[in-house]
């Protein structure tokens, strides 16, 4: 239970309070849940308003993304997927899940609740590279620049939500009869390819985290936590457009942020 | 334009084409553009279109991870699997899911969701410890010492049989008998023949001395001659499998079979969910004419069970069954969660452990393990009582009835069941016993046979009926008792009342270990909407001593509400066929073989009537016999050892771990090390893993990423569907050639080969008949998706569209980096033939055949529907003895207790006060995941789960180390060979959801093999990796039967392997 351990430590006690809540009313779920035949399902709109946000310039779009904490079970398909989808190598990820269990037997609680980066408006990991290495789309995303990023590791102790992770370099499969190629292939991170195949090139030895999958969405995708939960649970898109489902989902009263108090202003929220 | 790819396997004309729905090319400017800061000038010069999302670069295939089948998009860079995601044409990772009929473009950048073993499936091909060679021991069983072999000289070997292990101390004079020495019987006429005496001479209609005389130039070729009902000595040969779908399948049985003529082809149904089939198959049985035993019986049930339709109930009581976390999560999930989310979906959960699903649950209900039918009994008499049942579609007692009240189903529970002297209920009340003639038909042959009715009470007389009556409409009395025509008689309904009325709720609450408020809470619930309440059910149903009787209980609690094929209410899987027989072609698979033989004779595992065999000596029998059940897993091994009903000299497994997957699955190992009880062991295996360990030669296998298959569908899946697996790369095994043609070592290279040596009829020249040969897997493959594409319909009116030229395209150049042995559009489409392939293609490219989510309901039904009666009472269940206790099975739901031995006894387990049970965990499968370290990232390892109540008792703490101990394993241990021993330490976790008194284990980890372990091979020590065993398995600790002593506790009418009935002690290491 390494995850419940690293849970009590970072999590903030609001959150730990808004995780108990539950049954609130829910925004637009009935649209989601489309149990006739001609319904879309929450998929199908957030593709429609990724492609809606795409053909805005950068700056007058705003990526978000929604957590609902009512329908994640923790299964970690997200954090699997995306480890795969951008090849963060061991000791990197960007989107981890922490679980709870909560209560006395039989009234057992438990959470789950993932944690990719929360592209803060005002990022602290930001503001304490001094290698000016995370940098801020317009769009929102807070990304690390490779070519700039020396691994000094400031920011690690800067973020609130202990999301940057410094990429040590090897693989899984090390100390196995043999290194496997798909460890070694490609990442398009930030739309750019690279290998992760070279000790001294980017990735390895940067800092790495989460950038929503801006190659995905530069190339019509949604993000790869979003598009392979399984329960419905992770939305996407941008919070400046009033129609998009992510918008609906900001004005719900379940909204919660993780540790306001650290004034970093998330852009990722949950919802409880 | 005619431009090759680039190094990233876009070419720039596709690129624009995939951005051009975005609103044009233009877009790109702005999102590349400097001042957007989204990218450093030095990167910019690397700046590449993302190859993921592009058709050209992925093929769509299926998963096997688990076995819930997952459209895949296997995404390949220079042949290299990087990325796998969902595949959007499937109804499993997308809810809802596309049109059939979409085209590539429109969903290439489309991908589903997958679960973290979805996503992690390239582990499995590409895991360091695969075998791609023939492994041959070198030393004894279980010594972990090999030897590569060439795959031509194994196959010589295991044909031809001689001193294979002449090199291993002990073995040097031993003389194994090849295939070829069991194949003895091979004349087709003489074996059809001798099969019908044969069973003659078992239910006692011919004298052996007579069979003896007509067949004397054949003795030879039999196992036994006095015994001529065991069949003959081919049945000595024996194919194994675990995990196994259609294609393969159909390879397996044809080998073994159809060719080989063995009885012995037998699957591992009883170790996932064995009494849950086969309580479906007693109650879809039908009253109805047999075309091979010329006459009417209840014939025709489908091993089948149902689910509940996720996506439309309203409420679902989940029992015994983890739709999160184990199979089917990722068609079950979405649907689940946003019902919940949208308040459309209430649930309640049956659990003894809090899964992940009870923690979104309206309520959790921890009952005991072994309770549920007491739960499901509690449930009904609580109905019942209350009177909210649905007495009309009770009632409905025919075709006709049920019809006319738009049910497309209907049941027993007004038939009259005649009770005999000592209370037993038996056979229905027939037409002619009220003097109503049976009526005389004729089949398809045109020979008369009798027709009798059965009997309902309706306005106070009699009524004779037939069940399938689609024209007149008959309805019954449902708690009609008395004595009609000198029969006493009763409804199966009133027979459902008094099971329940066994024990008030109060005390069925006791025996679950629940409030019995909460059962009235869920009953009352159930029966609030209508058809749209469903109790679904799985494994912690199904894996008890009396997991056919709780499985029957509860699809009986269905039927109170009439929900079945109701949209939201209870479904069944539906799949479309590929063997061509509903459409009789274009590749009729059932009549593709020259000369099949008629395998007879009893199988090993005996699922045939005891009281019928010339093994008969009275009750208990020398081991069970399973009559309505098949595939009982747990029952080969051990009957191998005990040489009952006769001596095996050679077995296949395939993708099975018998040893690491049973209850009690180590005391398969002292026969599976013990060359004189299984002379010849090969496996075809692609690790070495805790069984295959035990193998003479290990025949390297393909993942489901390198091969075929048709992987089917499951109840909760309401669309008909048949995925389709299929290569999507260059397979990692030694290519070698078979009859010249080149091919991958896997299990169809070897059963061509071994088929090729022996000369059996179905393999090689003409070996699909026609003119058609057999030499390659595709040979057959593809005419089974040619069969697929072409559709149900004779005149092809069913068919898919063809491929268009821009996806012909797109489906070579998704190919372009597979070799010619694996795939060549000459070969494939001379195969299919050039009308059919681009309609092959066009299934290919969508990875198989999904119908449409407007067409899935109609009518508030599913399109896909059961449609016929199910059985409230099975009869056949009913005249059934136990061959142990000689005492008859009950044909209507019941409650027994769990936990006994196989001759009804309880177990004196009082020394181990704690029950262990199992569970899934959504990031691991059982016995094939450990070698994906990015699932060991996630899920390193596993706990023992404990409540705190127990643990304070037993004073142990959070991370401790425990061993865990039972009565049939005292010690704690798996023995795996003389000096190996590991033993089943686990760590504790202490967790509030937990019920008190049980703890359990995830499944999938504590391995000694699958990588975990040094390996010698060919003389060199190939170093084991620590973190593929970490963990513990404690399956070891579950009982073994006291009376077999080598086999662990069945359902004796299901026939289930026994999980959850287990007694342990933790001992504090």
Redesign the interface.
């Known amino acids: 239970m390494k995850n419940r351990r690293e849970f009590l430590k970072d999590a903030p006690n609001a959150m730990l309070a808004a995780l108990g809540l539950t049954a609130l009313a829910v925004v637009s779920a009935k649209a989601a849940d489309s149990a006739d035949a001609k319904a879309t399902g929450p998929m199908d709109r957030m593709r429609a308003d990724l492609l809606r946000a795409l053909v805005k310039p950068a700056d007058q779009r705003r990526w978000a993304m929604a957590i609902d904490l009512r329908k994640c079970i923790g299964c970690e398909a997200c954090t699997v997927a995306c480890r795969s989808e951008n090849k963060t190598g061991p000791g990197v990820a960007y989107r981890p899940v922490l679980v709870e269990t909560e209560g006395a037997f039989p009234d057992v609680k438990r959470t789950s609740t993932p944690r990719p980066c929360m592209h803060c408006e005002k990022p602290a990991c930001l503001t304490a590279c001094s290698a000016d290495a995370i940098k801020k789309a317009p769009d929102g995303i807070v990304y690390v620049d490779y070519e700039s990023c020396v691994g000094l590791k400031a920011c690690i102790p800067a973020c609130p939500y202990g999301v940057p992770k410094f990429d040590e370099g090897g693989y899984f499969t090390d100390n196995t009869p043999k290194v496997q190629d798909y460890e070694k292939a490609a990442a398009y991170e930030m739309g750019v390819k690279r290998p992760r195949n070279m000790a001294d090139k980017a990735p390895m030895g940067r800092m790495r985290k989460c950038h929503y999958c801006f190659h995905r969405l530069q190339a019509g995708a949604l993000p790869a936590c979003t598009t392979t939960c399984i329960g419905h649970a992770t939305f996407f898109g941008d919070i400046k457009d009033e129609q998009s489902l992510i918008s609906e989902m900001s004005r719900s009263p379940r909204v919660r942020r993780l540790n306001e108090s650290a004034g970093t202003k998330p852009t990722t929220f949950y919802l409880v | 334009m005619n431009e090759k790819p680039t190094s ?1 396997g876009l070419t720039r004309r596709a690129f624009l084409q ?2 051009a ?3 044009g090319s233009a ?1 790109l400017s ?4 400097k001042a ?5 000038e ?2 910019a010069a ?8 592009d058709a050209n670069n992925y093929i769509s295939t299926v998963c096997l991870q688990c076995n819930t089948g997952c459209g895949i998009k296997a995404k390949i ?1 220079d042949g ?7 595949n959007p044409y499937s109804p499993w990772t ?3 899911h596309p049109d059939y009929k979409t085209s590539l473009a429109e969903t290439e ?8 073993k ?3 499936g ?2 499995t091909a ?1 895991d ?2 695969r075998i791609t060679k023939v492994l041959k021991r070198a030393g004894k069983r279980g010594e972990n010492n090999w030897v590569t072999i060439d795959f031509q000289q194994a196959v010589n070997e295991i044909v031809e049989g001689g001193k294979l292990f002449k090199s291993v101390p002990g073995e040097e004079g031993r003389e194994v008998e090849g295939l070829r020495d069991l194949y003895a019987l091979k004349d087709q006429g003489a074996a059809k023949s001798m099969a019908a005496d044969a069973k003659k001479v078992g239910k006692k209609k011919m004298q052996v001395f007579e069979f003896k005389r007509k067949w004397a130039d054949y003795l030879d070729t039999l196992i036994d001659p006095d015994k001529p009902d065991l069949g003959p000595k081919n049945n000595q040969f024996v194919f194994v499998w675990g995990r196994l779908k259609g294609g393969r399948g159909d390879v397996i049985k044809r080998f073994t079979g159809d060719s080989f003529g063995s009885v012995n082809a037998i699957g591992h149904t009883t170790v996932c969910q064995g009494s849950l089939y086969f309580t479906g198959k007693a109650m879809s049985e039908q009253w109805a004419y047999d075309e091979k035993d010329k006459k009417v019986k209840w014939t025709g049930g489908d091993k089948f069970f149902w689910e509940a339709d996720d ?2 109930a309203e409420f679902v009581l989940y029992i015994g069954v983890n739709p ?2 184990g199979n089917y ?2 068609y079950r ?2 649907r689940i ?8 979906l209430k649930f309640a959960v049956v659990d003894p452990r ?1 899964s ?5 649950a309206w309520k ?1 209900v ?1 009952s005991k393990p072994g309770s549920e039918g007491a739960l499901g009994l509690a449930l009904i008499r609580w109905i019942i009582d209350n009177k909210r049942y649905d007495a009309t579609f009770l009632a409905n007692a025919n075709k006709a009835a049920a019809t006319a009240d738009k049910e497309s189903t209907w049941c027993n529970a007004s038939w009259l069941v005649k009770i005999d002297d000592k209370g037993h209920a038996g056979e229905f009340l027939r037409g002619s016993e009220i003097g109503v003639a049976p009526e005389i038909r004729k089949d398809k042959e045109g020979m008369e046979y009798d027709f009798d009715r059965m009997v309902v009470m309706a306005g106070a007389q009699p009524k004779a009926f037939d069940p399938d009556d689609e024209k007149s409409v008959v309805e019954g009395e449902l708690l009609y008792e008395g004595t009609v025509n000198g029969h006493r008689v009763k409804t199966a309904f009133l027979l459902l009342t008094e099971s329940a009325s066994q024990k008030t709720i109060a005390q069925w609450a006791e025996i679950c270990g629940v409030d019995a408020k909460d059962l009235e809470e869920l009953a009352r619930e159930f029966t609030s909407h209508g058809k749209k309440a469903v109790a679904d059910i799985h494994r912690g149903v199904s894996q008890h001593t009396n997991g056919y009787y709780n499985s029957h209980v509860l699809f009986t609690l269905n039927l109170l509400v009439g929900n079945y094929d109701h949209q ?1 209410g209870l479904i069944k899987a539906g799949t479309y066929d590929y063997s061509g027989g509903k459409a009789k072609g274009p590749f009729n698979y059932s009549k593709l073989h020259p000369v099949k033989l008629s395998p007879f004779g009893t199988p090993i595992i005996r699922n045939e009537k005891y009281e019928d065999s010339t093994l008969f000596a009275g009750y208990p029998a020398k081991r069970p016999w399973f009559p309505l059940a098949s595939d009982i897993y747990q029952e080969i091994v051990p009957s191998i050892g005990d040489a009952y009903p006769y001596p095996v000299k050679a077995m296949i497994l395939y993708m099975g771990s018998p040893v690491y997957a049973l209850p009690a699955g180590n005391t398969n190992i002292s026969v599976l090390k013990d060359p004189a009880k299984l002379p010849l062991f090969i496996a075809s295996d692609i690790v070495i893993g805790e069984t295959s360990l035990y193998a003479d030669y290990i025949f390297p296998d393909l993942t489901f990423l390198e091969r075929w298959e048709f992987q089917g569908s499951h109840p909760t899946v309401a669309q008909k569907a048949q995925p389709v697996r299929q290569p999507a790369i260059a397979p990692l095994v030694e290519t070698v050639k078979v009859a010249g043609r080149e091919m991958p070592i896997c299990l169809e290279s070897m059963l061509i080969a071994v088929a090729l040596k022996l000369e059996l009829s179905g393999f090689g020249k003409d070996g699909l008949k026609d003119g058609m040969d057999y030499f390659h897997p595709d040979d057959l493959y593809l005419r089974l998706v040619a069969n697929l594409a072409f559709g149900e319909k004779e005149d092809g009116s069913d068919a898919v569209p063809d491929a268009s030229e821009k996806e012909m395209e797109i489906f070579r150049q998704a190919r372009r980096h597979l070799p010619k042995s694996v795939y060549e559009e000459k070969r494939w489409k001379k195969i299919v033939g050039a009308d059919l392939w681009p309609k092959v293609v066009y299934v290919l490219n969508r990875g198989g055949r999904f119908m449409d ?5 109609k009518g508030g039904m599913v399109a896909n529907k059961y449609g016929k009666l199910a059985g409230m009472y099975c009869e056949k269940t009913a005249t059934t003895k136990d061959s142990m206790t000689g005492k008859k099975f009950h044909g209507i739901a019941t409650y027994v207790p769990a936990g006994l031995d196989c001759l009804g006894r309880e177990l004196d387990e009082s020394a181990y006060p704690l029950t262990l049970i199992t569970h899934r965990r ?2 691991h499968t059982k016995s094939r995941t450990v070698s994906n ?3 060991l ?3 390193g390892e596993n ?1 023992i789960q404990i ?3 127990d643990a304070k008792a037993l004073g142990l703490k ?1 991370g401790d180390l425990v061993k865990v101990v039972s009565s049939s394993n005292p010690k704690g241990e798996w023995q795996i060979t003389d000096q190996w021993v590991k033993t089943m330490t686990g760590s504790v ?1 202490i ?6 008194g049980v703890v359990t284990f995830s499944l999938g980890m504590g391995h000694w093999m699958y ?1 975990s372990t040094d390996v010698q091979v060919d003389g060199k020590t ?2 084991g ?1 620590a973190r593929r065993g970490k963990g513990v398995h404690a399956n070891a600790a579950m009982p073994v039967d006291p009376h077999l002593k080598n086999v662990c506790l069945s359902d004796s009418v299901g026939a289930s392997a026994v999980f959850y009935d287990s007694r342990v002690r933790l001992e504090k290491v």
């Open positions: 990233m995939s951005t729905f975005l609103g877009l702005p999102m590349l553009d957007g800061c989204l990218i450093s030095s990167a690397e700046l590449a279109g993302y190859d993921l999302a860079i290299v699997v990087v990325k796998i995601d969902g997308m809810f809802p950048k489309i991908d589903g969701a997958l679960c973290a979805g996503q992690s390239m582990q590409y360091p410890y996506a439309n999160t976390e999560l990722t999930t979405p969660m946003d019902g919940l989310a949208s308040g459309r809090f992940t699903l009870a923690g979104k959790w921890p939201g989510q407007s067409k899935t309901y959504a990031q370290y990015w699932l990232d996630v899920q706990d409540n705190p109540i959070d976790l967790d509030p959801g937990i019920r008190p990588g190939i170093k990796d």
